[in-house]
């Protein structure tokens, strides 16, 4: 089966961090920009930021500049996300998204290929 599977949220206080993980199960991650989205109930997906190909990391949002980090492992199969300095805003449903542009990421969602089913992420006190 195809899919993307998120991992890493939980429960964390304020100015605290998380690393969230997107494994690829069933193809290749190699081939893919993976763009990081949340949602919060109510609310449409947003795009929080993304990396490509080539590993470079586009598209962040302000909200988070200078706070979030996305990595990839290719040999691992996996896209990582790390949060620092969360704050209570940044709670939210967050999901890996993989597009098949390979120098951008389109902030559409149709335009991405496979989606996982999300991970909770809760920064209170």
């Known amino acids: 089966q195809l899919q993307l599977v998120e991992s890493g949220g939980g429960l964390v206080q304020p100015g605290g961090s998380l690393r969230l993980s997107c494994v690829a199960s069933?193809?290749?991650?190699?081939?893919?920009?993976v763009g990081w989205f949340r949602q919060v109930p109510g609310k449409e997906r947003q795009g929080v930021t993304c990396?490509?190909?080539?590993?470079?990391?586009?598209e962040t949002a302000n909200s988070v500049k200078g706070r979030f980090t996305v990595s990839r492992d290719n040999a691992k199969n996996t896209v990582y996300l790390q949060m620092n300095n969360l704050n209570p805003e940044d709670t939210a449903l967050y999901y890996c998204?993989?597009?098949?542009?390979?120098?951008?990421?389109?902030?559409?969602?149709?335009?991405?290929?496979?989606w996982g089913q999300g991970t909770q992420v809760t920064v209170s006190s």
């Open positions: 990396i490509t190909i080539s590993g470079d990391m586009r």
């Open positions: 998204g993989a597009t098949t542009y390979a120098s951008m990421c389109p902030w559409s969602l149709y335009d991405y290929a496979y």
């Open positions: 069933g193809f290749s991650l190699e081939g893919y920009s």
